[in-house]
């Protein structure tokens, strides 16, 4: 209904990947910071991975658009 | 060691992201919000992917997330029988044969199916009944939720309004209260369940690396099991007696209570799940849901009961400082998914796991709220209250039905700050309504005799059984009268209180089977054949799949699932 949920959630996880990539990048030499997760930069990986899922749900939803725009105009 | 969590502003943008998508999807759906049917019944117009995540998502809840963990860390591998056996055939029997009379019906809920195949009693005890059962479910996630900010998060305040004294415990509650008001209350069920979807991602991405860490702490999925009993590895192997394994249940308990009685009985007949289902867009897409819903629910136990069992082995290897607070003489099991978090989490994911919990309890509260308003609007207040008016006025009542349910639910949330142990009452309320229910949904469902005063009668039958049983039996160690035994005498000892709740719905689904068959053979049929069409099996017209390409039916779909299940459990047999 309305919108599609693709897009917010790829939006979202976009951002918040990121973020989370960003962060990670600028904290990579602060070894305390890491020491509590066994010295992986576990915000840099999260944020990728997240950063990954976020565009494939974006290009998903604008895919779709993009067949619905197309569908509309031969109408 | 109860430690609250060191949060950096990276943490609390990630939060606040979080609130604005949450509350901006509501937002972006409040213009399609036209109608009552829009409003309370997604307009029947979702894709099978988004209701089938929502059916799962909807469940994972305070109960899921905090319940299952602490039962892994408890129980072990005898945790995944509420994934596997407790959850699939179920899911796989509502899509296959419950939900063609469900959408087929275009009943807009449960307790309506019920009328229209029974009568109006047999509807009003199901629709009371489950009004009151989800605003106090979802008044038990908001309780939890705010206990767990109040541990977790560093505030601590107490500020004076009107002379009311509100602590932060309070305002926690208020404020996620809050947030799920709003989005509930602009968008409806669409916004309850988009906002389910976006949840269900945000609580896999948030707890897998969470998982990652853990097991790399422990060594690895080796090193969890050398560091656990092998009691705790096991799901079925030591089932033979109940003194022999974790749960104290025996194999015939665990297939005919939980795999049958109880899990028929939530997964088919609940409406907060049944609802995402009817939401589908189309017959085929409403009988995939539970099904879609059914593949990620076998991994689930990954990231919710394999963390509760790495904290055990954590706990057990003594060259790993690690420890879990400490609630009366045993562990708080109920804080391994917190504790796990602060000990491996740095700054960052920190907050992404913080607020993927936040957002597990958001998506239990919403689920209860959006059910709870359309069985008010449709099975209560149209139908008992003010019958007969526009269409455009249960739509305002739906809204308005949305703030009354969130204020009687955070009513609820201060009653439940009286009972401690969540899970158990929850299963102990599940037993006494849900499991006879499931009785007279098979006896409806697949036979045309049953009567309405069949099913009324034996309904009531079946709970007052469940009751009499909770009342005479006890698990050994009893020290609550929640618990059982509160009659007085108890003629039998369970291993354990799951053994107790297993037993009991047993009791009350046979007891009302047998009462309802009575009735039924005892009173005339009041609904002509016609009249049942499209309710009752052998009078509704088989559906066919046979023009779709074989990989598209539903039947494929559930033979996949099966033979996944079925692997599953001989893995961890």
């Given at each position: 209904m309305g919108i599609d949920i693709r897009f917010p959630i790829g939006l979202m996880f976009t951002i918040l990947g990121l973020l989370l990539t960003?962060?990670?990048?600028f904290s990579s030499s602060n070894s305390e910071l890491y020491k509590?997760?066994?010295?992986?930069?576990i915000n840099l990986w999260t944020g990728i991975f997240s950063l990954v899922f976020g565009l494939v749900m974006l290009s998903l939803s604008l895919r779709r658009k993009k067949k619905v725009v197309e569908e509309e105009k031969q109408v | 060691m109860e430690q609250s969590f060191n949060l950096g502003w990276i943490d609390y943008t990630i939060m606040l992201v979080y609130f604005v998508f949450v509350i901006g999807i509501g937002w972006a759906l409040k213009r399609y919000m036209k109608s009552a049917t829009a409003f309370l019944e997604a307009g029947r117009s979702l894709p099978a992917w988004v209701t089938g995540l929502a059916f799962i998502s909807a469940n994972l809840g305070a109960l899921e997330v905090i319940g299952m963990a602490a039962s892994g860390a408890k129980y072990g591998m005898m945790t995944i029988h509420f994934y596997l056996i407790g959850a699939i055939p179920g899911m796989v029997f509502l899509g296959l044969f419950m939900m063609p009379f469900y959408y087929g019906s275009k009943a807009r809920s449960v307790p309506e199916y019920l009328k229209l195949r029974f009568d109006e009693k047999t509807r009003a005890f199901n629709a009371f009944a489950f009004a009151i059962m989800t605003v106090l479910a979802s008044g038990i996630s908001m309780y939890a939720l705010a206990l767990l900010a109040q541990v977790l998060l560093p505030f601590?305040?107490?500020?004076t309004i009107i002379g009311i004294n509100i602590t932060e415990f309070d305002f926690y509650l208020i404020f996620a209260a809050l947030i799920v008001l709003i989005y509930t209350y602009l968008g409806g069920l669409t916004s309850a369940i988009y906002n389910e979807v976006l949840q269900f991602f945000l609580i896999v991405i948030g707890f897998l690396p969470l998982v990652f860490l853990a097991l790399k702490h422990v060594g690895g999925w080796e090193g969890m099991k050398a560091n656990l009993d092998v009691g705790m590895l096991h799901s079925w192997q030591n089932t033979g007696s109940p003194d022999a394994n974790t749960m104290g249940v025996e194999w015939f308990g665990v297939v005919a209570?939980?795999?049958?009685?109880l899990a028929f009985g939530y997964w088919c007949t609940n409406f907060l799940v049944v609802q995402r289902a009817m939401a589908a867009g189309s017959m085929t897409a409403a009988r995939k849901t539970p099904m879609i819903g059914a593949l990620p629910k076998m991994f689930i136990p990954f990231i919710v009961v394999i963390p509760g069992m790495i904290a055990i082995a954590l706990l057990n290897d003594p060259s790993i400082d690690f420890t879990l607070p400490v609630k009366g003489d045993s562990f708080d099991y109920d804080k391994v998914i917190p504790t796990l978090l602060a000990t491996h989490f740095p700054t960052g994911v920190l907050g992404l796991?913080?607020?993927?919990?936040?957002?597990?309890?958001?998506?239990?509260m919403a689920g209860n709220v959006s059910a709870f308003n359309t069985v008010w609007t449709y099975d209560i207040y149209q139908s008992y209250l003010v019958p007969d008016k526009s269409d455009n006025h249960y739509l305002r009542v739906g809204r308005l039905t949305t703030v009354f349910g969130v204020i009687v639910s955070i009513l609820a949330a201060y009653i439940a700050k009286s009972f401690n142990n969540v899970m158990d009452f929850l299963q102990l309320i599940f037993a006494f309504i849900n499991a006879p229910l499931f009785a007279t949904f098979l006896l409806g469902m697949f036979t045309r005799r049953t009567t309405?005063?069949?099913?009324?009668?034996?309904?009531?039958?079946?709970?007052?059984?469940?009751?009499i049983h909770h009342g005479l039996t006890a698990p050994v160690?009893?020290?609550?009268?929640?618990?059982g035994g509160w009659m007085g005498t108890i003629v039998h000892h369970y291993h354990s209180e799951m053994a107790q709740n297993f037993w009991t719905a047993i009791y009350a689904f046979a007891a009302c089977f047998v009462?309802?068959?009575l009735i039924s053979l005892l009173t005339r049929k009041l609904k002509t054949n016609e009249q049942l069409k499209g309710l009752v099996y052998s009078l509704t017209p088989r559906l066919v799949d046979k023009e779709m390409v074989w990989y598209k039916r539903p039947a494929t779909l559930a033979i996949l699932v099966s033979i996944m299940a079925i692997a599953f459990t001989i893995l961890f047999w």
């Open positions: 960003l962060f990670g990048l509590i997760s066994y010295d992986i930069n | 601590d305040f107490t500020v209570g939980l795999g049958f009685v796991g913080v607020t993927a919990l936040l957002a597990s309890f958001m998506s239990g309405g005063h069949g099913a009324f009668y034996g309904l009531i039958a079946g709970t007052i059984a469940a009751a160690g009893l020290h609550s009268q929640i618990k009462v309802t068959v």
